[in-house]
């Protein structure tokens, strides 16, 4: 079955700068959907790209993907210690909404 | 709406016993999903249910789980009997339709002792 996978990174930022986290996927997609996951909490919607767009914008998040390669990567501008959680890619197809491993993102104030 | 709310939000229980997690949906969300998540195997599909029928269980490992959406407004996920290895957090999420976004829960903590 398909399934989005991040890079394995985890990320540490200062306060006002830009992070970027990857992700890929194996099969045919109809979107794909980013997700942020507060400790503790459960996933939180950020975005979600149709499989015929490339670049989608959201205040300061921003995500492109490119269905050629299958991949996808979400830029968060502009970091906010608000900002440190996990993020998680999704994708739909084959019926379901499968998610990649997540990236650890830390914005230090 | 109050979002998708899902009861206990922590159990801990001894192996061998029965442990039933609760889900209430947001109204008017026809796909409920339940996820499973560990640091090992990350969140995985565990069921699926569109207007109160299930869809797709392939995820369910092994016969010791099952789930039921007796109506539009509650579902359930019940192991039993339970084992330390189903120790995790499990999420019971919801979307309007199919490749829309999906709302979650605040999870289940679930250990196993």
């Known amino acids: 079955s398909q399934q989005g996978e991040e890079d394995p990174q985890a990320l540490s930022i200062q306060e006002g700068e830009n992070a970027t986290m990857n992700c890929s996927y194996k099969t045919s997609i109809n979107n794909l959907q980013w997700y942020r996951q507060n400790s503790g909490r459960g996933l939180v919607h950020l975005i979600l790209i149709r499989s015929n767009e490339r670049e989608k914008h959201s205040g300061r998040l921003r995500v492109t993907l490119d269905t050629s390669k299958k991949s996808s990567s979400l830029l968060i501008t502009a970091s906010r210690a608000a900002d440190t959680a996990s993020y998680f890619c999704?994708?739909?197809?084959?019926?379901?909404?499968?998610f990649g491993k997540g990236n650890q993102v830390v914005v230090i104030p | 709406d109050a979002g998708v709310i899902q009861s206990p939000r922590h159990e801990v229980t001894e192996m061998g016993q029965e442990v039933t997690l609760r889900c209430k949906p947001i109204?008017?969300?026809?796909?409920l999903f339940w996820y499973r998540q560990t640091m090992m195997r990350g969140l995985e599909l565990l069921i699926y249910?569109?207007?109160?029928?299930?869809?797709?269980d392939s995820g369910m490992p092994e016969d010791r789980f099952s789930a039921k959406m007796p109506n539009a407004s509650f579902s359930t996920l019940k192991i039993q009997p339970s084992e330390p290895r189903d120790s995790a957090v499990y999420f019971c999420?919801?979307?309007?339709?199919?490749?829309?976004?999906?709302?979650f829960g605040q999870g289940t903590r679930l250990t196993v002792v």
């Open positions: 249910f569109n207007n109160n029928v299930p869809i797709d």
């Open positions: 109204s008017g969300h026809d796909y």
């Open positions: 999704a994708t739909w197809g084959n019926n379901r909404l499968a």
């Open positions: 999420a919801t979307s309007a339709a199919l490749g829309t976004e999906a709302f």
